[in-house]
Protein backbone atom coordinates (compact mmCIF):
# COMPACT_ATOMS: atom_id res chain seq x y z
CA UNK A 1 0.00 0.00 0.00
CA UNK A 2 1.19 3.87 -1.32
CA UNK A 3 -0.04 6.90 0.23
CA UNK A 4 0.44 10.09 -2.07
CA UNK A 5 0.35 13.16 -0.66
CA UNK A 6 0.40 15.96 -2.45
CA UNK A 7 0.65 20.24 -1.87
CA UNK A 8 1.55 23.16 -3.59
CA UNK A 9 -1.23 24.30 -6.02
CA UNK A 10 -2.61 27.57 -5.47
CA UNK A 11 -3.99 30.44 -7.68
CA UNK A 12 -1.35 32.43 -9.88
CA UNK A 13 -1.46 34.70 -12.82
CA UNK A 14 -0.17 33.86 -16.49
CA UNK A 15 3.28 33.84 -16.56
CA UNK A 16 4.02 32.58 -13.09
CA UNK A 17 5.26 29.69 -11.57
CA UNK A 18 4.42 26.75 -8.84
CA UNK A 19 6.21 23.48 -7.81
CA UNK A 20 3.73 20.87 -6.65
CA UNK A 21 4.74 17.89 -4.07
CA UNK A 22 4.03 14.84 -3.91
CA UNK A 23 5.26 12.56 -1.03
CA UNK A 24 5.72 8.82 -0.82
CA UNK A 25 4.95 6.61 2.13
CA UNK A 26 7.33 4.41 0.74
CA UNK A 27 10.64 4.49 -0.48
CA UNK A 28 11.38 5.96 -4.17
CA UNK A 29 13.85 3.37 -5.16
CA UNK A 30 11.03 0.74 -4.69
CA UNK A 31 8.30 2.51 -7.28
CA UNK A 32 8.64 1.79 -10.89
CA UNK A 33 7.45 5.05 -11.82
CA UNK A 34 5.63 8.17 -11.04
CA UNK A 35 3.57 10.53 -12.87
CA UNK A 36 1.34 13.93 -12.65
CA UNK A 37 -1.62 13.89 -14.50
CA UNK A 38 -4.20 16.89 -14.56
CA UNK A 39 -8.32 17.14 -15.20
CA UNK A 40 -9.12 20.33 -16.24
CA UNK A 41 -13.86 20.73 -15.90
CA UNK A 42 -15.10 18.87 -18.29
CA UNK A 43 -12.40 17.17 -19.85
CA UNK A 44 -10.34 13.80 -19.82
CA UNK A 45 -7.53 13.56 -16.99
CA UNK A 46 -4.08 13.67 -19.38
CA UNK A 47 -1.05 12.61 -18.52
CA UNK A 48 1.69 15.66 -18.19
CA UNK A 49 5.14 14.28 -16.75
CA UNK A 50 6.87 10.88 -16.24
CA UNK A 51 9.48 10.14 -14.33
CA UNK A 52 10.80 6.76 -13.93
CA UNK A 53 13.13 5.06 -11.26
CA UNK A 54 15.85 4.99 -13.03
CA UNK A 55 15.75 9.12 -13.74
CA UNK A 56 14.19 8.77 -17.37
CA UNK A 57 11.64 11.83 -17.59
CA UNK A 58 9.40 12.39 -20.24
CA UNK A 59 6.14 14.97 -20.79
CA UNK A 60 3.52 16.28 -22.59
CA UNK A 61 3.84 18.39 -25.41
CA UNK A 62 1.67 21.20 -23.99
CA UNK A 63 4.06 21.55 -21.59
CA UNK A 64 7.60 20.64 -22.65
CA UNK A 65 10.14 23.15 -22.10
CA UNK A 66 7.78 24.78 -19.51
CA UNK A 67 7.23 22.19 -16.83
CA UNK A 68 9.82 19.95 -14.68
CA UNK A 69 9.62 16.60 -13.14
CA UNK A 70 11.76 16.15 -10.16
CA UNK A 71 12.57 13.76 -7.39
CA UNK A 72 13.97 13.65 -3.86
CA UNK A 73 14.97 10.00 -2.72
CA UNK A 74 15.66 11.48 0.75
CA UNK A 75 12.07 12.47 1.51
CA UNK A 76 10.27 10.09 -1.08
CA UNK A 77 9.19 13.29 -2.80
CA UNK A 78 8.25 13.65 -6.58
CA UNK A 79 7.94 18.03 -7.70
CA UNK A 80 6.32 19.25 -10.34
CA UNK A 81 8.15 22.64 -11.33
CA UNK A 82 5.80 24.79 -13.66
CA UNK A 83 7.02 27.67 -14.83
CA UNK A 84 5.71 30.33 -17.47
CA UNK A 85 2.15 29.13 -16.64
CA UNK A 86 -1.10 29.25 -18.86
CA UNK A 87 -4.71 29.95 -18.25
CA UNK A 88 -5.17 26.51 -19.99
CA UNK A 89 -2.81 25.07 -17.41
CA UNK A 90 -5.89 25.16 -14.72
CA UNK A 91 -6.86 22.24 -13.39
CA UNK A 92 -6.40 19.49 -10.59
CA UNK A 93 -2.69 17.71 -10.83
CA UNK A 94 -2.89 14.73 -9.46
CA UNK A 95 0.16 12.49 -8.58
CA UNK A 96 0.48 8.72 -9.41
CA UNK A 97 3.05 5.86 -8.29
CA UNK A 98 3.30 2.41 -10.08
CA UNK A 99 4.44 -0.26 -7.38
CA UNK A 100 4.57 -3.75 -7.51
CA UNK A 101 1.83 -3.93 -10.09
CA UNK A 102 -0.64 -1.41 -8.87
CA UNK A 103 -1.09 2.20 -8.99
CA UNK A 104 -1.78 4.68 -6.57
CA UNK A 105 -3.35 8.00 -6.93
CA UNK A 106 -2.65 11.52 -4.28
CA UNK A 107 -5.68 13.00 -3.50
CA UNK A 108 -5.50 15.95 -6.01
CA UNK A 109 -3.95 19.57 -5.47
CA UNK A 110 -5.83 22.81 -7.45
CA UNK A 111 -4.07 24.89 -9.82
CA UNK A 112 -5.72 28.03 -11.23
CA UNK A 113 -3.91 30.38 -13.45
CA UNK A 114 -5.82 33.67 -14.07
CA UNK A 115 -5.21 35.68 -17.43
Known amino acids: QVQLVESGGGLVQAGGSLRLSCTAS????????MDWHRQAPGKQRELVAT???????TYADSVQGRFTISRDHFTNTVYLQMNSLKPDDTAVYYCRAHHEYREYWGQGTQVTVSS
Open 51 to 57: ITRGGST
Open 26 to 33: VNLFSINF
